[in-house]
């Protein structure tokens, strides 16, 4: 059980809030105090966060509190909140500061909501019916089906990621998740040496491509990719994790087979099952995960079928000041 301080739904001091009429003094004497709990959902990650609605956190203290319950759990499951396009945009700006839009599908096409920053996690097409089975933007977004972590292919890379469901069909449309730093703590320690001070290079044409989806001249161009370190440590909590994924095409200064075959090695170690999560979307669910401490995929479901739509905001892994 956490203290949080909390803005109550319908308060006239939102609008003041809003429109920058309060002093950070008046923001806390305004604040009302609730009790927050976290539920843990996995023996080593992933909490349930309750009962807060984000659209109205807007002190510090209580986004501070998230950071934290991201820091320890580094998966958080918020229900029922729903969150219009432009509330999720200033709700993840507030808790997390630079948005990413530099994403792959914004090179394969243009999104049809209108706006990069918002990526369209769902099956559906501009006229809102699902897509065809080989509708291009599909073949793409099948990639999410891999093991990856949001954005790791751009530097500055991915911190968070924010996922709110709006449409979420009968049949099952999981997501799993995996735990990276138990998955890390749990290396014996020679591979864990041998990681040290290890690099990749991670490029979203190259995940795509094992699957067999075509890039033009120009798309390859626009999507060379980034080098990351193979282990990262949360400045914040101190705890390294493993930090591959199917986005990670090689390692540094090493022959190409051989960094394939060690990320191949990594990846089928963390993804075992003791370190994953299987979240069941409910529609309303808004998912906050460290894209530096997890993996995750979606899980295959009848696609051509059954519309099923997320949008999702990630933000940039800058420095965080103060
Ligand atoms: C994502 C993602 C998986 C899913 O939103 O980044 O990979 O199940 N989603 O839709
Ligand atoms: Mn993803």
């Not at 809030?17 to 002093?23: D, H, N, Q, S």
């Not at 991915?158 to 099952?172: C, D, E, K, Q, T």
């Not at 161009?221 to 095409?249: C, D, F, M, Q, W």
Request: aromatic share 10%; hydrophobic share 40%; glycine share 6%.
């Amino acid at each position: 059980m956490r203290r949080f301080s909390f803005f109550g739904p319908g308060d006239a001091f939102e609008d003041n809030l809003a429109a920058g009429r309060l002093t950070l003094f008046q923001q806390s004497a305004y604040a009302k105090i609730v009790t927050l709990k976290l539920q843990k959902l996995h023996p080593t990650f992933v909490a349930e966060v309750s009962p807060v609605d984000l659209r109205r956190v807007h002190d510090r203290a209580t986004l501070d509190e998230i950071h934290k319950g991201m820091d320890e759990f580094a998966l958080l499951v918020f229900r029922d909140q729903p969150f219009a396009d432009a509330e999720q945009l200033e709700f993840a700006q507030r808790f997390d500061g630079q948005i990413h839009a530099r994403t792959g599908a914004a090179v394969v096409g243009k999104s049809r909501l209108g706006n990069e920053a918002l990526t369209d996690i769902s099956n559906l097409d501009e006229t809102g019916e699902v897509m065809a089975p080989d509708d291009r933007r599909r073949m793409y977004a099948l990639g999410n089906r891999l093991w990856h972590t949001d954005a790791s292919f751009v530097d500055p890379p991915g911190r968070y990621s924010m996922l709110s469901a709006r449409i979420v069909p009968s049949v099952p449309v999981d997501t799993e998740y995996a735990d990276m730093r138990a998955a890390y703590d749990a290396l014996p320690a020679q591979v864990k040496a041998q990681l040290e001070g290890l690099r990749a290079h991670h490029s979203i044409a190259y995940s795509r491509q094992t699957l067999g989806f075509e890039f033009s001249e120009d798309e390859q161009e626009k999507l060379k990719g980034a080098i990351h370190p193979v282990v990262r440590t949360n400045p914040r909590s101190g705890r390294s994790s493993l930090y591959v994924a199917s986005h990670a095409s090689r390692i540094i200064d090493w022959p190409v087979p051989e960094g394939r075959l060690l990320l191949r090695d990594l990846i089928e170690h963390a993804t075992q099952p003791q370190f994953v999560y299987r979240h069941s979307w409910r529609v309303g669910d808004f998912l906050i995960w460290d894209n530096r401490a997890t993996m995750h995929r979606a899980r295959p479901f009848a696609d051509t079928k059954h519309p099923r739509e997320l949008r999702r905001v990630t933000t940039l892994d800058i420095a965080e000041s103060g």
